[in-house]
T-cell receptor, first 116, second 114 residues
Framework: DTGVSQDPRHKITKRGQNVTFRCDPISEHNRLYWYRQTLGQGPEFLTYFQNEAQLEKSRLLSDRFSAERPKGSFSTLEIQRTEQGDSAMYLC??????????????FGPGTRLTVT | EDKVVQSPLSLVVHEGDTVTLNCSYEVTNFRSLLWYKQEKKPPTFLFMLTSSGIEKKSGRLSSILDKKELFSILNITATQTGDSAIYLCAVFMNYGGSQGNLIFGKGTKLSVKP
């Protein structure tokens, strides 16, 4: 399967614990995005990388959220001191960009987080 | 504030009907508009529209963009039960001086009854 993959697919954690999610983009894609989706809403943009550079992170929901893409390949999203309001589907997407032209984003299967 | 508004929020039709889904937007630094289909899994890409008035088609689905009036429509003809899904509209824009942010609408939930 050469699509976007995410791990784990489901995560149940207790409030206050830290969680980390992984995303592996499509191999030739240089952009990687993180979104959060709650029931009845469209995906909400969190942050994105071009190669290893994080170009936008002001939309991260709080300072408990952080993301990395250390080698420009896979990325991790960490949530520290989880709260019940963090329960949601966390989606990763990737795309290819060249110069000023961009192509569509392809989404991974998501990680469903439940905070108890 | 940048926003994407879809209507209707939900729609119930019978197989064979034709439906039109609407998406209007108010964003700064518009780049393109994308349509996605979401069933019980992440969104799958349908269309990307950049230019006004040029219809994109894929089978029974078609879409067009009006950059003057700031809206797009997605048409589905001869609907089938497999078309039942949430259809998401998203606008790709420059954000914070950088390229590369999608803003999604809430989606239109389409239910096609046999």
């Amino acid at each position: 399967d050469t699509g976007v993959s995410q791990d784990p697919r489901h995560k149940i954690t207790k409030r206050g614990q830290n969680v980390t999610f992984r995303c592996d983009p499509i191999s030739e894609h240089n952009r990687l995005y993180w979104y959060r989706q709650t029931l009845g809403q469209g995906p909400e943009f969190l942050t994105y990388f071009q190669n290893e550079a994080q170009l936008e992170k002001s939309r991260l929901l709080s300072d408990r959220f952080s993301a990395e893409r250390p080698k420009g390949s896979f990325s991790t999203l960490e949530i520290q001191r989880t709260e019940q309001g963090d329960s949601a589907m966390y989606l990763c997407a990737s795309s290819f960009t060249q110069g000023s032209w961009h192509y569509e984003q392809y989404f991974g299967p998501g990680t469903r987080l439940t905070v108890t | 504030e940048d926003k994407v508004v879809q209507s209707p929020l939900s729609l119930v039709v019978h197989e064979g009907d034709t439906v039109t889904l609407n998406c209007s937007y108010e964003v700064t630094n518009f780049r393109s508009l994308l349509w996605y289909k979401q069933e019980k899994k992440p969104p799958t890409f349908l269309f990307m529209l950049t230019s006004s008035g040029i219809e994109k088609k894929s089978g029974r689905l078609s879409s067009i963009l009006d950059k003057k009036e700031l809206f797009s429509i997605l048409n589905i003809t001869a609907t089938q039960t497999g078309d039942s899904a949430i259809y998401l509209c998203a606008v790709f824009m420059n954000y914070g001086g950088s390229q590369g942010n999608l803003i999604f609408g809430k989606g239109t939930k389409l239910s096609v009854k046999p």
